[in-house]
């Protein structure tokens, strides 16, 4: 069973902190990587996506990739209130038909 | 949230109740998928359709059935559900090219309540 695997939370960071969400994942042919933000009764928004070993940054955001260590990473610098949220990390199976998902965690910004 | 649209956004359907949920996506993608949404779990991939086949079928009960007409809509046809199927019902639609998988765009959803 090829899972992905998440710290549920809640992570609690003050305004203007650097957040730092973590996942794991279990399939090595996994070749994509995703990052979505779920507001509460909302759907999940992708935030951003990393295929390559290294960091990928876009704005606040930066992904870090490790194939090695099977680990993915999403760093939020200057977080906000409205950065509150779920983050579930995604990885696309082998065959690049299905995303695995996991559980996400729960980032709370306070003011 | 216009790039995928989902129909109805509320429904409660007694167990015996027929009805569907519709998607379509604006965004010229050749993938669309089912996922369902419940408290304390992941997402869970129901079906994927790939250029209207469907490509997968993660042991769902056949009392939910999809339907691909086209590559831009997706149904998902429920009947004689249980109460432990309420939950969000999401559709998502992607860009597939051989193995490659590409970002997955959301719709907004289905709260399915049943009673």
């Known amino acids: 069973q090829k899972e992905v695997e998440q710290n549920s939370g809640p992570l609690s960071v003050p305004e203007g902190a650097i957040a730092s969400l973590n996942c794991t994942y279990s399939?090595?042919?996994?070749?994509?990587f995703f990052w979505y933000r779920q507001y509460s009764g909302k759907s999940p928004e992708l935030i951003m996506s990393i295929y390559s070993n290294g960091d990928k940054e876009d704005g606040r955001f930066t992904a870090q990739l490790n194939k090695a260590s099977q680990y993915v990473s999403l760093l939020i610098r200057d977080s906000q209130p409205s950065d509150s949220a779920t983050y579930l990390c995604a990885s696309a199976n082998q065959a690049g038909t299905a995303l695995i998902f996991g559980k996400g965690t729960t980032l709370s910004v306070s003011s | 949230e216009t790039g995928v649209t989902q129909t109805p956004r509320h429904l409660v359907m007694g167990m015996t109740n027929k009805k569907s949920l519709k998607c379509e996506q604006h965004?010229?993608?050749?993938?669309m998928y089912w996922y369902k949404q419940s408290a304390k779990k992941p997402l869970e991939l129901m079906f994927v359709?790939?250029?209207?086949?469907?490509?997968e079928n993660n042991s769902v009960p056949s009392r939910f059935s999809p339907e691909c007409p086209n590559s831009s809509h997706l149904f998902l046809h429920l009947h004689t559900l249980q109460p432990e199927d309420s939950a969000l019902y999401l559709c998502?639609?992607?860009?597939?090219?051989?193995?490659?998988?590409?970002?997955?765009?959301f719709g907004p959803g289905t709260r399915l309540t049943v009673t």
């Open positions: 399939d090595r042919g996994s070749q994509s």
């Open positions: 359709y790939n250029f209207k086949e469907q490509t």
């Open positions: 998502a639609s992607s860009q597939v090219s051989g193995t490659s998988s590409y970002e997955q765009y």
């Open positions: 965004l010229g993608h050749n993938a």
